[in-house]
């Protein structure tokens, strides 16, 4: 099978296409043909080497599958050849999914909402897992709450704003002036244009001093000793980037904060709770430019470009769509 590996640790051209054995599904897996997977910022963090002890090269990387079971293994009993399935890799743990075969746990594996093409599908995945871990599992993101989702033109920021309005909150959001009417598209409430205006004092406008009950942070910097400024009184703050430097929490002291940090973990059941969202109409990834397997080292240089137009996902077609 055709397969994108990487060789050594770098920038894009690290990547090299090549033919590789086609995997066989031991007891309790599943092989699938894989239709679409997607890029993430984790995807360029290992490509470049920010995780080396847990990468063994040369290494198939990659995070997100949608594709359609090909063979079951022995004990197998919730897929059958010939459904469509989506899932996220266990991250760290064995090939991932720039190939055209990937073999997963079936208890990590979900049913395609029938409502979303490989390429949306494959776009979702590892995001939507996180967006649910950071708002509905560590957050616990409440009705009639009100949260701050910074980046909410990317890849987890747009998934969360939705996610967020479908448990009924008020989202505000921070995004470049020229992405405002994408972010209330996705059901912002409020746009905050974080290169010129400062987020803590537009927050604390918008609630009359009051402060937003969640945070989430998915840009790092200075977020974790900021964000405090801008939340309630026992506000919570959920972070899904590794920062490196020292922060100064002083003031989420001062405000009883709760602080969260999500690697996403992958189940089923967080897959059906999408699934349900998704086929409700309340959800919906949006991909924002699709390349082929072999140009994966392409929409690597794209993603890391701090001016790439990008909105949403970057999907990779392993299959190219019938009707493209």
């Known amino acids: 099978m055709k397969a994108i590996a ?12 090549c033919e590789v054995p086609k995997p066989v599904p031991g007891p309790g897996q599943v092989l699938v043909r894989v239709h679409a997977t997607s890029i993430n910022p984790l995807d360029y963090q290992v490509r470049r080497g920010d995780y080396p002890s847990l990468v063994q090269l040369p290494a198939i990387t990659g995070h997100d599958v949608s594709g359609v079971v090909e063979a079951v293994g022995a004990g197998v009993t919730a897929f059958a050849p010939g459904d469509e399935v989506w899932y996220t890799p266990q991250i760290f743990h064995g ?19 029938a409502a979303l093409s490989h390429l949306e599908a494959a776009s979702l995945s590892l995001v939507g897992g996180t967006a649910w871990e950071a708002l509905v599992v560590r957050a616990a993101l409440r009705a009639g709450e009100s949260i701050l989702v910074h980046g909410g033109a990317g890849g987890v920021g747009h998934v969360a704003i939705q996610l967020a309005k479908s448990m009924g909150a008020r989202v505000m959001t921070t995004v470049r002036e020229a992405n405002f009417e994408f972010a209330c598209s996705m059901g912002a409430d409020v746009v905050i244009d974080y290169q010129n205006e400062d987020y803590v004092e537009a927050v604390m406008r918008e ?14 910097g200075d977020t974790l000793s900021r964000t405090p400024e801008a939340l309630a009184q026992l506000g919570r703050l959920v972070t899904i980037v590794d ?68 909105r949403g996902k970057i999907a990779i077609a392993v299959v190219p769509p019938a009707n493209p």
Not at 95 to 113: F, L, R, T
């Open 243 to 310: 920062i490196a430097q020292p922060q100064n929490l002083i003031h989420a002291w001062g405000k009883n904060a709760s602080y969260h940090f999500v690697f996403t973990r992958q189940n089923r059941g967080k897959l059906n709770e999408l699934s349900a969202l998704v086929e409700r109409g309340r959800l919906r990834p949006h991909v924002g430019a699709t390349y082929s397997l072999a140009d994966i080292p392409l929409a690597h240089a794209r993603l890391e470009s701090r001016d790439n137009g990008l």
């Open 6 to 17: 990487l060789s050594t640790f770098g920038g894009p051209d690290a990547f090299e296409l």
């Open 95 to 113: 090939a991932g999914s720039y190939a055209e075969y990937h073999v997963a746990a079936e208890n990590i594996i979900g049913k395609k909402p």
């Open 207 to 220: 609630t009359a001093g009051h402060g937003v009950d969640v945070v989430l942070d998915t840009i790092g």
